[in-house]
């Protein structure tokens, strides 16, 4: 929101005046008086096409009638929105648009929401004069997802819009012309798109629709409940419509939640996890070598009288847990409590370690916030949006709408650094194509660039002048850092020259608005938490760190990433993100909980793994987490469970590593329980309960204060809310339910703090230590690395079958000219080769992926993928890195 | 896949708009010359050339109705039927040929020499009946003037009945 | 038979012509282009077209230096003129004509015009049949930038402009001007809906001039010869020459440029030399498809916008189309349907659904399969398109519609009563009307 006050008209419709923003259409307009003007092509979201010609109304002095949805209100317009003028010509309209309709509205999906079926009520006469043989359209096959009925269309074209102007697909356009036009695909085949489902959202009828649950309800037998996605951090709204406690379709509403009613495919096809009939429906206990159900009193006391006897026998510090980033935050926050307190553990971490921990860190660092430091709208406000190893749309789609959106509608300037490459023409968004400026570095090689980045900001002397009185010594010490390196040694290793370093700098100089993003190229990567560093250092020095709209965020992956941290989950923090190292905050918990701490162990994630292969952990208790397929068999974790003297996995399903477990859990999903989730943002968001339990399942921290219970050490709370309350007691920040109330922005103490000594901290590995070359074996001539794909989250999207029939696969990408030297066609069997092993995948060339460089989507990486990667530990922020390694490609 | 001298072309015309895009339809007709009609590869190198997705190529293609998605005969005979033409006789030319070729509009001869197409005026008006083969219009038409123009297209490639430049009278 | 003074086709008839540049040159081409570079401000070029009372020939008729004059004047926009050569009106064929035989006509009025709009790049948007057309475009655009008439520094003056001919692949919607510059920017020929108007949001979203290729070959005698002279032909209100593309049942079908005001009876029976075989005249389309019918009362009517428009019909185009007593209206009235239903691009709802039901409805009468209230249904569906499209193509597919049955309702009701065409001498119409 622009601050600019607006030049305000007063119009009149229907006799009714009303004070409005000069410009706005006429059509929105009349919203403000309650006057819904009846449309079809007309979408808030969309540009006006004006073709329906529903919206007609009489303008006084006008001679025509005039469609509502393309005129802006000038002052002392004057309107007939109902005149019998008016009203004949839509049901002039109306009539022509049924003459070519079909009366399948029995069978018809959309029935009971069709905007077509409700106007018509008022629009249309009671007898049809059309007796000739209605157009229509040879069937097409749309796919095994979306069903194509264009002998409803009304040729709208909103979808086509859509697709278009906010996905920025272009998957559908229209086809034909005169009465056969109709939205369609490239040779008329199967829909290939990102699959956000916003055009069978936005489709006013019927003509398309989900197969997804193709005839299994009518809108008003379903129960609609409000929720948060638990697949990525972007938190969208959405709504979970449910049949007899069956989830069967998603929705989401324009305008309502951060993703302002926009999905993505994991949002809209990704909820039949939820249903899923390999579901846990009861605990399982290992018995003579089996896992067999038994009932949740045998498991839980069984829990109990082993973890007494591993606490009595080595003490807490033997004991290990690890929870999943997808819980909510009052899963997170007992957990934590019950390791502590119950358990007397400070090995806790959960998959925030996998590399958010690293931004979290880096951000608490310089500025106090672990958050983004950008609102969404702010960033759809930037004037200059900087990636930094961030394939926003891949990771964050919805994010990734808010950067098309300043770049395509507001004209904002995109800066992309990462090793991926322009692909046009694709009906699956690469932000490299919207990029003003996209600058392709060799892989891994991001922080380096943020060096040659900072020697720059000296170059072109356009560094924030209050600076140096203000910090001296920091502007020095990078000063010298800089002049120390050389474009020569930053071009040979990132392959960016100095031009093009200097450009990123005069136009981070020039702009107003910057937004800074690190996405996992940075993150995930080697070095990752001083590379953030790093980077908060661009953002001081170019004054792009405090300015207003300005900021450095880091993207996050799972759902509740920010908060599991944020609850203390992770031995170096107490809830609040308080340092569990200091006797102040120690004593604030305490206090909170009155019953001392002591904080034994304090193993990370791949810490208490090697612990327990090493014999010092005997227990572990996991929560929805799945080491054995995540990990690299170099780890050894098969080896290291098998040691365990107890092993509990408390999941929605069993995992790999429930395969090993002593005793299964049957966990809920989020669609069957309450709580927060912190998206990466900082809104703390609501989930509500849209179905009962599956099967004997419970919620996670439902589970916690049961064995606490066992345990003779009470954490009774009544509902999740009372948990909530405790979070808000113990963390004032969530004592504000809105990221957009509290000041994420920096905090000026602590931004002193760093650029008085902080900084010093790591400064020789940060700058002097010359950056190393990444060496290559000509035996092992690719890179390959693993990442996210828009179509899958991780498990729970591998039971989504809708998102398996998109992407049912790991497909290895490749590019065209690599495929081409290695005679590669789509779909065709490669040996992966790695010094630690060999995998066998089918390849797909892609123009994005660069020369020498192979790409495999993570979530299919257990099948084998995984284990061509060794595993190399971040000694600070203590993040295991499997990106990247050296392989050969030989085909089958 | 698009000839050197074709793809050189078109970039070559992409230089007249400040637009890549812009220059779609005159690469589509650079391409229909290349393959004699719109075939799948046509239009995925046109799409590559000017950087769009082949599905925007599609569209475009679908719209205009002397893009062609199929291949057509060597010669394709496209009948005017607008009401001028119409009143002077098309009917009579039009009848005469689906009589002569044994083909109804749409369809092509079994030896792939003629595609018969009927379409919208012409701007031939003043010399009605008319009809273009090809790129060439045929004026003033009688059925003995068709009959004389087929027999030369089938035997010597080219006849001597088509137009020059236009003037009417 | 009265004659007149050609203005436009004048050089083309000239023993020899071939219409190259020095065929042109010599006739006193280009002429008129170095006076405006030399002598003129683009204002100074504007105010005389206004002076003259030049109106636009590619059918709306509107005054084209008010056109102009809308174009904002800051320099730092980029502006554009484009010529609208798509000639599709059914019944037209007078572009062709100008094109093919004297196309540095056209040339040095759209250099012209583009240097009194300010506009740099100016496209020529033939349709998709002119490949001849187009091959003379080009090749006189080659001889216009040897000599310096087009390109940078144009005849020294330091004003530059760029001229691309761009062709179409077959669509008339795309002779709609707002159509005619999505086809250029490479999309569906669709037209957009308007306000804004092409004079500030047109090609690429700036400020364009859309003009007929006659329009265009008017304006050098206009620079030439002067505002008063061309205002002194025609009537007060339709000043100049007009072309007539007369075809049809005449005796000389053809293209006749005279001035405005001049009677259809005169234009008919003496330019056009009468009815063939000298039958009875039944009915006139006087202005291209998109114009009403006329009967042969309406024979004294003046043929310039303001008399015509006041009979009920338009000078649209200038196709006169010239049915004689062998025709059957209602076949007359589904041909054109055939054609709007063919043509109509498919945006917006009345046009796209009604042409077509209209087309239906007809066909279904000329087989004999009418009822009485299809009349009253035709007349009420018309009202229902008329008006309320995007385009002024929806006005112009309820024309022949709504006229036939005015003059000629007794036919509809034979068919209807008979269960057959009373009179009707051709085949059926061949062909399906939607094969594209
Ligand atoms: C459906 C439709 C078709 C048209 N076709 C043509 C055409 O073929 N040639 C033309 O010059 N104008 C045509 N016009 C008129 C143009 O929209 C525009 O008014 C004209 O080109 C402006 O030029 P002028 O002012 O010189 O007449 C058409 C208009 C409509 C609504
Ligand atoms: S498919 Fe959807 S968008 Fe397209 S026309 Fe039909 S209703 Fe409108
Ligand atoms: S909503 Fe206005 S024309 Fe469709």
Redesign the pocket.
């Known amino acids: 929101m622009t601050l600019q006050t607006v030049k305000m008209v007063s119009i009149t419709v229907d006799g009714q005046t009303v004070t409005v923003p000069t410009g706005i259409l006429l059509i929105e307009a009349a919203k403000r008086l309650g006057i819904e003007i009846p449309h079809?092509?007309y979408h808030p979201k969309l540009s006006p096409d004006a073709n329906c010609r529903m919206c007609l109304v009489d303008i006084e002095k006008v001679p025509k009638l005039q469609t509502a949805c393309t005129v802006p209100v000038t002052e002392g317009m004057v309107v007939q929105a109902s005149s019998v003028k008016v009203i004949e010509a839509r049901k002039g309209v109306m009539e022509f648009i049924l003459s070519s309709h079909p009366l399948d509205c029995p069978i018809c999906d959309q029935g009971g929401e069709c905007h077509l079926q409700d106007l018509a009520h008022e629009y249309s006469r009671q007898y049809s004069r059309f007796k000739e043989e209605k157009r229509s359209y040879e069937k097409e096959y749309f796919g095994p997802i979306i069903e194509k009925e264009?002998n409803?269309?009304?040729?709208?074209?909103?979808?086509?819009?859509?697709c278009d102007e906010v996905i920025d697909s272009n998957a559908l356009k229209g086809m034909d012309r005169g009465n056969l036009t109709?939205?369609g695909t490239f040779m008329r085949r199967e829909l290939e798109c990102e699959f956000c489902g916003g055009?069978i959202q936005?489709?006013?009828?019927g003509?398309?629709t989900s197969r997804v649950a193709m005839y299994d309800y009518r809108p008003w037998q379903l129960k609609k409940i409000e929720t948060i996605c638990p697949h990525c951090a972007d938190g969208c709204l959405m709504k979970l419509e449910s049949r007899d406690e069956k989830v069967v379709r998603v929705t989401s509403e324009l305008g309502k939640g951060r993703n302002d009613g926009d999905l993505c495919a994991k949002g809209f096809f990704g909820y039949e996890f939820i249903n899923h009939p390999a579901r846990l429906i009861q605990p399982l206990l290992r018995r003579s070598g089996e896992l067999v159900p038994v009932s949740w009193y045998e498991a839980l006391s069984e829990a109990a009288t082993r973890l007494t006897q591993i606490k009595a026998r080595y003490g807490g510090a033997a004991i290990g847990g690890i929870i999943t980033a997808r819980c909510t935050n009052e899963d997170a926050f007992l957990f934590q409590k019950f390791m502590r307190l119950v358990l007397g553990s400070n090995n806790i971490d959960s998959s925030a370690r996998l590399g958010h921990l690293n931004a979290v860190k880096a951000l608490r660092t310089v500025i106090g916030s672990p958050r983004m430091m950008n609102s969404y709208e702010e960033i759809s406000q930037a004037d200059l949006i900087l990636l930094v190893g961030a394939d926003i749309t891949e990771t964050n789609p919805i994010l990734g709408l808010k950067v098309k959106e300043a770049v395509r509608r507001r004209g904002a300037r995109l800066i992309t650094i990462g090793p991926f490459q322009e692909n046009p023409g694709t009906s699956v968004s690469n932000i490299v194509n919207r990029a003003n400026l996209p600058l392709q570095v060799r892989i891994g090689t991001e922080g380096v660039v943020i060096r040659g980045l900072i020697k720059a900001v000296f170059d072109e002397g356009c560094y924030d002048p209050s600076l140096p009185n203000r910090a001296p010594g920091y502007v020095e010490r990078l000063k010298e850092a800089a002049s120390a390196l050389s474009y020569e040694a930053v071009e040979r290793i990132t392959g960016l020259g100095e031009s093009q370093l200097r450009e990123v700098i005069c136009a981070l100089a020039e702009s107003k608005r910057a937004v800074i993003f690190s996405g996992e190229g940075l993150i995930r990567a080697p070095g990752g938490y001083l590379d953030l560093l790093n980077l908060c250092d661009l953002a001081i020095l170019t004054g792009k760190l405090e300015g207003e709209g300005c900021g450095v965020n880091a993207l996050c992956r799972e759902a509740n990433e920010q908060g599991v941290v944020e609850m203390g989950v992770a031995p170096e923090y107490l809830p609040g993100l308080q340092d569990a190292t200091e006797p102040a905050a120690i004593q604030y918990s305490v206090a909170a909980w009155k019953d001392d701490l002591v904080l034994a162990g304090g193993s990370t994630l791949l810490e208490m793994i090697e612990k327990a292969k090493r014999g010092e952990i005997k227990a572990l208790y996991l929560v929805g987490v799945d080491p054995l397929s995540v990990f690299p068999d170099g780890v050894e974790v098969r080896e290291a469970l098998e040691r365990l003297e107890l092993l509990i996995c408390q999941d929605l399903f069993l995992t790999e590593t429930g395969r090993l477990a002593h005793l299964v859990l049957p966990a809920c999903s989020f669609a069957e329980k309450e709580g927060t989730f912190t998206n990466q943002e900082g809104q703390v968001q609501k989930l509500n309960r849209a179905i009962e339990p599956v099967g004997e399942s419970r919620a996670d921290w439902e589970i916690f204060s049961e064995l606490a219970r066992e345990l003779q050490y009470p954490l009774e709370y009544a509902d999740a809310h009372e948990i909530s309350s405790e979070i808000a007691r113990f963390i004032p920040l969530y004592q504000k339910r809105s990221a957009l109330e509290f000041q994420k922005k920096v905090q000026r103490t602590c931004l002193e703090r760093y650029l008085a000594q902080g900084y010093i901290e790591h400064f020789e590995e940060r700058y002097t230590k010359s950056p190393g070359v990444g060496k290559s074996d000509p035996g092992y001539p690719f890179t390959l690395t693993m990442g996210p794909i828009l179509f899958h989250s991780g498990r729970l999207s591998l039971r989504s079958d809708a998102l398996v029939k998109i992407s049912p696969e790991g497909l290895l990408q490749i590019n065209p000219k690599d495929a081409d030297v290695l005679g590669l066609k789509e779909g065709q069997r490669v040996r992966i080769r790695s010094s630690r092993g060999i995998a066998e995948v089918k390849v797909h060339p892609n123009q994005k992926i660069p020369e020498k460089v192979v790409y495999y989507p993570e979530v299919f990486a257990h099948t084998g993928v995984k284990d061509l990667f060794s595993v190399e530990l971040d000694p600070i922020s203590r993040v295991p890195y499997f990106k990247t390694t050296s392989v050969r490609i030989e085909r089958v | 896949m698009l000839s050197e001298k074709a793809q050189a072309e078109i970039t070559e015309i992409v230089k007249r708009y400040p637009v890549r895009r812009s220059a779609i339809l005159p690469a589509l007709w650079i391409a229909q010359r290349e393959f004699g009609y719109l075939s799948e590869e046509a239009m995925r190198a046109v799409a590559n050339l000017l950087e769009l997705n082949p599905t925007q190529v599609y569209e475009v293609v679908t719209f205009y109705t002397m893009y062609s998605l199929k291949p057509s005969g060597r010669y394709v005979l496209q009948v005017c039927r607008t009401l001028s033409c119409a009143i002077c006789g098309a009917m009579e030319i039009i009848s005469h040929l689906e009589k002569r070729l044994g083909i109804k509009e749409g369809e092509t001869t079994p030896d792939r020499l003629f595609t018969l197409r009927y379409v919208e005026c012409i701007a031939a008006c003043g010399n009605a009946p008319a009809m273009q083969i090809n790129q060439d219009y045929y004026e003033n038409l009688t059925v003995q003037k068709v009959d004389q123009i087929l027999n030369e297209l089938a035997t010597v490639g080219k006849s001597s009945l088509a137009s020059g430049p236009f003037m009417c009278p | 038979m009265p004659v007149y003074e050609e203005i436009i086709l004048k050089n083309m008839k000239l023993p020899g012509y071939k219409g190259e540049i020095s065929d042109y040159k010599r006739q006193g081409g280009y002429r008129a282009l170095s006076k405006v570079l030399k002598e003129l401000t683009p204002d100074q070029v504007i105010e005389i077209v206004k002076q003259s009372g030049l109106r636009g020939r590619g059918g709306a008729g509107f005054p084209t230096g008010l056109k102009w004059s809308f174009i904002p004047k800051d320099p730092q926009v980029p502006k554009y003129l484009c010529c609208n050569a798509d000639e599709s009106e059914p019944g037209t064929f007078k572009d062709r004509q100008l094109i093919e035989r004297d196309p540095h006509q056209m040339i040095e009025g759209l250099i012209i015009s583009s240097y009194a709009i300010g506009a740099h790049v100016a496209y020529i948007y033939t349709r998709g049949e002119f490949f001849h057309g187009a091959v003379v475009l080009e090749k006189a655009l080659a001889e216009a930038r040897d000599c310096g008439c087009i390109g940078k520094n144009i005849l020294g003056s330091g004003y530059d402009l760029e001229v691309f001919v761009h062709r179409g692949a077959g669509a008339y919607i795309c002779g709609e001007e707002t159509a005619l510059l999505e086809s250029i920017e490479g999309k569906r020929g669709m037209p957009r809906f308007k306000p804004p108007f092409p004079a500030t949001h047109g090609l690429y979203g700036k400020p364009t001039v859309v003009n007929n290729v006659e329009t265009l070959a008017n304006v050098p005698h206009i620079i030439l010869r002067g505002a008063e002279w061309y205002a002194s032909i025609g009537t007060p209100k339709s000043a100049g020459t007009r072309i007539f593309s007369v075809s049809g049942h005449v005796k000389r079908p053809g293209n006749y440029e005279v001035p405005m005001g001049i009677s259809l009876r005169e234009l008919i029976y003496e330019h056009a030399g009468g009815i063939l075989g000298d039958r009875r005249l039944k009915a006139v389309i006087p202005g291209g498809a998109s114009a009403a019918f006329f009967t042969p009362d309406h024979l004294d009517v003046k043929l310039d916008f303001e008399e015509v428009a006041k009979a009920g019909s338009m000078l649209g185009s200038g196709g006169v189309t010239v049915m004689d007593e062998t025709i059957c209206m209602v076949w007359a009235a589904m041909n054109l349907l055939q054609f709007f239903h063919h043509e109509s691009c498919g945006k917006c709802t009345p046009c796209r659904e009604g042409s077509f039901w209209l087309h239906r409805v007809l066909k279904r009468i000329e087989e004999g399969q009418g009822q009485m209230e299809d009349l009253d249904l035709m007349v009420n569906l018309s009202n229902n398109i008329g008006g309320k499209t995007i385009c002024a193509f929806g006005d112009a597919e309820i024309a022949p519609v709504l006229s036939t049955l005015k003059y000629f309702r007794g036919e509809y009701e034979d068919h209807i009563r008979q269960r057959r065409c009373t009179l009707r001498q051709l085949p059926a119409l061949a062909g399906s009307p939607t094969s594209a």
């Open positions: 079809f092509c264009m409803r269309c009304i040729q709208c074209m909103r979808c086509v819009r859509y109709q939205p055009c936005i489709c006013p009828v003509a398309l």
